[in-house]
């Protein structure tokens, strides 16, 4: 690809502590950044891409709500409940905008992307680390001397 251009870039103070969920985060920022680079203001084109992808999107980031939720479950974090309705009610927000734009409503990406943009800053850097110093209570130190929690059986827990 030549001239892309990411409207978020990693960094550190992302990192909640939890390769597994910093890879997820990973994953998202690449999401909007796809996004942001077909935002071409020609609403055809941009109809055409959001159409290819949106589906995939609201599914990564419905396993990635989940994820959260079962390491949060399983370390028994006091946030939890609060932590979960966050979740939900942006996969409402999402859901509803997603049927709005599909209703005909009038798709500007850049704007969506904007929206996406902004709850990563607020949920991800803010949200999502406020369980970091909670992880970092039950978390073991591994050879790479970064800190890791046992989330081989999150995908048993119900
Ligand atoms: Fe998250
Ligand atoms: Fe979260």
Redesign the pocket.
């Known amino acids: 690809m030549t001239s892309k251009t990411d409207l978020i870039t990693w960094s550190s103070t992302f990192s909640v502590g939890v390769k597994l969920i910093d890879d997820q985060h990973k994953g998202l920022l690449d999401l909007v950044n796809d996004m942001f680079n077909h935002a071409t203001g020609n609403e055809a084109e941009e109809r055409e891409y959001f159409a290819s992808i949106i589906q995939q999107a609201v599914q990564y980031v419905k396993v990635?709500?989940s994820t959260?939720e079962k390491i949060m479950l399983h370390t028994k974090f006091p946030g939890y409940a609060e932590?979960k309705k966050?979740?939900d009610s942006f996969v409402l927000t999402l859901v509803e905008n997603i049927e709005k734009y599909n209703a005909g409503r009038r798709l500007i990406l850049s704007d969506f992307t904007k929206f996406l943009k902004e709850w990563i800053l607020t949920?991800?850097a803010i949200?999502?680390k406020m369980y970091f110093s909670h992880f970092k209570s039950i978390a073991t130190r591994q050879d790479d001397g970064k800190l890791h929690i046992d989330t081989s059986n999150v995908a048993n827990i119900g």
Do not use: G, I, L, P
């Open positions: 990635h709500f959260e932590h966050t979740h949920h991800v949200m999502d």
